[in-house]
């Protein structure tokens, strides 16, 4: 017996949320801990996704490849950390035919569950359904993430490959986690745009700086000349001020060697 059939074991006698519950505490111990050596990655967003994926195979029963996908404004699907090419297959597929699970999930605002690719996934999605069989795929689940008024919004794709393996616990199992992972995605959104933030910040601070002491002004009409400069350019205003840096960094030319 491996370590995955000693968890669904020794949890036989837990509820759904007990088990969930156990499950989640585990996989975000282990993100945690993931995270915290990830730390000068600079992508927290794109590790979250990758926890998230590998927490859902380990955590839902009958899982055995899962992904996320984004859709952006355009209506383009992006396939962020598949669990295998398989996975990064089917979102290009459902970006090309425009179908599948996935659009559907994100269009109602619901889970989207084919039980048997072969049986019912034929006349749902009759273009997207025969490459996903030949693929092994027989039963294929989606949640939705999120979706936002700017068009983007964000699926959680499970896969197994024997139909109708997922039962109402799998399932109540898979949309707790569903409802986890949002959450945790959300907050790595926030703070990545808010690190973000602090970057701009900090970039226009020293744009403003080098405005100072080369026209003897106050920080406000140094703030007032960067936001005059980018609205006659149009550029943002974070561009303009680092075109400035950069301007200022060629202008004072390479370090002196040290003397002696």
């Known amino acids: 017996m ?7 074991s020794s949890q036989a ?3 759904s949320e007990q088990r969930v519950g156990a499950q989640l505490a585990r996989v975000l111990d282990e993100a945690a801990h993931e995270l915290l050596a990830r730390r000068d990655s600079g992508d927290a967003v794109e590790d979250i996704v990758q926890l998230i994926v590998a927490g859902a195979i380990a955590s839902i029963p009958h899982v055995d490849r899962a992904g996320i996908s984004l859709i952006e404004p355009d209506d383009t699907i992006t396939s962020r950390a598949p669990s ?29 569950l084919i039980e048997d690719m072969a049986a019912a996934g034929l006349g749902r999605w009759p273009r997207f359904a025969p490459t996903a069989i030949e693929r092994g795929v027989a039963t294929m689940c989606s949640f939705q993430l ?3 008024d ?3 919004a964000g699926a959680l794709n499970l896969y197994a490959g024997q139909a109708g393996v997922f039962d109402e616990s799998s399932l109540d199992i898979a949309a707790l986690f569903a409802s986890h992972a949002a959450l945790a995605l959300h ?18 601070g020293q744009a403003k700086g080098i405005l100072i002491e080369r026209f003897t002004l106050s920080e406000d009409q140094a703030f007032v000349m960067l936001v005059r400069s980018s609205q006659d350019t149009n550029i943002k205003l974070r561009d303009v001020a680092t075109w400035l840096l950069t301007d200022a960094t060629a202008r004072a030319g390479p370090s002196a060697p040290p003397t002696r």
Not at 2 to 8: F, L, P
Not at 187 to 204: H, K, P, S, Y
């Open 2 to 8: 491996d370590s995955r059939d000693e968890r669904v």
């Open 13 to 15: 006698g837990q509820t």
């Open 84 to 112: 295998d090419p398989v996975v990064a297959e089917l979102d290009r597929l459902q970006n090309e035919l425009g179908e599948g699970p996935c659009r559907e999930s994100i269009r109602t605002q619901e889970r989207t």
């Open 146 to 148: 999120f979706a936002r």
């Open 150 to 152: 700017d068009g983007t």
């Open 187 to 204: 907050g790595a959104q926030r703070a990545a745009g808010l690190d973000e933030a602090l970057r701009t910040r900090d970039v226009i």
